[in-house]
């Protein structure tokens, strides 16, 4: 079976733009879960999508959203980028979303985002 | 106060020597214990998983939760150059599909 596939692995935005990050989860995840991972805060969660549908969602404002497709596919946005929004941003995907030993997180490799 | 503390390290090894890694955490409904390994420029990956206190066994790696002092641990005998990794503990509460809650990794380095 294929990984969590992350696209695109590296990015160079400019303050003020927007961009979207996607991800492809493990053939029949249905939840998606995205983090946002910097060296001073560690990993910290943005938001969690299961069958479509937002389950959870983090502590960031509201520049940062995202959504699921039909198929288990997930975007997130960042709009009016800061530079503090530099970071690896990571996307999680289980079966049905609780990490457990039946259903653990399968994370991507990243998408990292640099804002200058 | 953080939900989960981790000594971000780095932590320098000799090949051979028995790694302890420690989270400390303050919410007492946290059920589900995870320790991930995460390599240079990849994600994280699911390394131990524990429910509630006691010891658990795989290969080299020893998790241990104490609930009663909210501190886990990782435990790696014989380490090799190979496990050189970050290590985050990770855990989250038994009601409903809660997210996981983070440690900020240890960085291990294992000299060979």
Known sequence: ?????????????????????SCSPISGHRSVSWYQQTPGQGLQFLFEYFSETQ?????FPGRFSGRQFSNSRSEMNVSTLELGDSALYLCASSPEGRSSYNSPLHFGNGTRLTVT | QKEVEQDPGPLSVPEGAIVSLNCTYSNSAFQYFMWYRQYSRKGPE????????GNKEDGRFTAQVDKSSKYISLFI?????????????????????TPLVFGKGTRLSVIA
């Open chain 1, 1 to 21: 079976k294929a990984g969590v596939t992350q696209t695109p692995r590296y990015l160079i935005k400019t303050r003020g733009q927007q961009v979207t990050l």
């Open chain 2, 46 to 53: 699911l390394l131990m998983y524990t429910y509630s206190s």
């Open chain 1, 55 to 59: 389950r959870n969602k983090g502590n």
């Open chain 2, 77 to 97: 005998r014989d380490s090799q150059p190979s496990d050189s990794a970050t290590y985050l503990c990770a855990m989250n509460r038994n009601s409903g599909n």
